[in-house]
């Protein structure tokens, strides 16, 4: 494929798995089934799809790659004053340990020495953009991700999560079809403990044709993914990896899997989006929010697209000031959700 639409769509994969899979945030795989019948379709706010902070993150990386020149210290000084930006502007969805180094980067702690120890999945779900944009590039694209990711996570857990899904992304961006090769790599990253009976385990599972419901009930996921990066990052990958090829398919499975659902199709979605030659109209049609817009993330891709070319590309403008209001908005309908969940089916 053409790869100038690989970063156009990485982010509106990571836009569409996230909006997708924000209504089912926190349920089990079989309360969503009994709620929602029929394909999985834009049903955050009447029919419509918003994004959340997975989204927000990686636009931030990518409007912070457009201004860093390569550099991955400016990279991380320039993300570190963007993520402290969106924290003020009271973003309705924040994981613990993200918000914790934002605030110790508020009060002075110089980025990179701000992170927490945690492995949430708060690096992973902004890692496959990094992956498509140095998917040439091994080594910066090492030290991009390792620079992103100790600003917010020091597990080395969380490193290696975010490092596998910035490879996934450059495989797909690539072309490589060699599931070998791939699963290598993995290991290769991989050094925790953690990781090493999962990721047999996925390897066992894709020779054995195992669905994604059987291997998340044999890893023990059966009511849902958390938000720890190591089950999230085995769960995209077993994803991935099975349904190679097929976007609908891979963003469905990872909201149909339940938990921590925004977060694991939005990473899904960003890997396979790089890949993929058309992404799913009608999802696209229904993504309704600002500034944020289609048009913005699109603009946006296509400045990455130049970037790595090596031409100097100015960052795409966006209508900033609409930010706190549709942070009410958001917050809003979350809230509603949350009400509605008081009620069955359970
Ligand atoms: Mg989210």
Redesign the pocket.
Known sequence: MNPNLSPIHSLLGTALG?SL??PS?GMSRSRIAKRWKGPLEQRFLFGHGMI????EHTILISQALLLCGNDPAVFQRRLAGKLRWWFAGLPA?IGLATAKAIIKLWIGFPPGRNGVFSAGNGPV?RAPILGVHFSNDSGRRAAFVRASTLLTHTDPKAVEAAMMAADCAAFATNGELSRDVILDRMKEITVSPEWKQPVERIEASLAAGTSVKQFAEEMGFSKGVSGYAVHTMIMVLFIWLRHRGDFCLIVSEAVACGG?T??VA?IAGGIAGAEAESLMPEWLARLSDRPYTLDYITRLGSALAESREGSLVSLPSVANWLIIPRNIVFFLAVLSHGFRRIFPPY
């Open positions: 996230d899979g924000l945030e959340s902070d997975d989204t969805g779900m921590d925004d977060s939005a």
